[in-house]
């Protein structure tokens, strides 16, 4: 999107030439339980209750709902110094640089689902069965998900903002 402008000719590296350094930084909660918070959960009785044999039940996490920032900084001929500034702890108070074109935060959160459904099969690889095989998978796909969506917003701040 960005390379659409005349005159902007836009490289990946850590553009010790280029006349802009556009940098992303993620920033999310430092625990785990902050970062990432049960939005839903399942009681393992039914058909589910079957899958955890003589265990006693108890609730399966079905949802899970995570945030995250991203920071966005589009800086004029930085040297070495300043890229390490913007990626540290510090870079989220860099607002009145000279050298800063922009600057931005964009929040997002999403909720994605476990595969946790009745099933009488009892194959460990489906729903019923109490297990994790899956739920890295579907956090990653939801992660996909959650870029493309930044993209997309980002593209209409960037739009806005030129």
Do not use: W
């Not at 209750?49 to 709902?65: C, D, H, L, M, W």
């Not at 890295?136 to 960037?158: D, G, P, Q």
Request: hydrophobic share 40%; proline share 2%.
């Amino acid at each position: 999107m960005l390379g659409q402008y005349n005159n902007l000719r836009v490289v990946f590296g850590e553009g010790h030439e280029a006349d802009a350094v556009l940098v992303g930084v993620v920033h999310s909660a430092v625990h785990y339980r902050d970062a990432y918070q049960v939005a839903a959960t399942k009681f393992t009785a039914g058909l589910l209750e079957e899958s955890i044999g003589e265990r006693n039940q108890f609730y399966v996490p079905t949802a899970t709902k995570y945030d995250f920032t991203v920071q966005t900084v589009l800086i004029k001929r930085p040297v070495k110094e300043e890229l390490d500034l913007i990626k540290s702890d510090l870079g989220v108070y860099l607002k009145n640089h000279p050298k800063i074109i922009f600057n931005e935060s964009l929040a997002l959160s999403k909720t994605y689902s476990h595969i946790v459904a009745d099933n009488a099969g009892q194959n460990p690889d489906r729903g019923g069965v109490v297990n994790a095989t899956k739920n890295n998978a579907i956090f990653e796909r939801s992660l996909n998900e959650a870029a493309v969506e930044f993209s997309e917003t980002f593209k209409e701040v960037i739009i806005n903002a030129f």
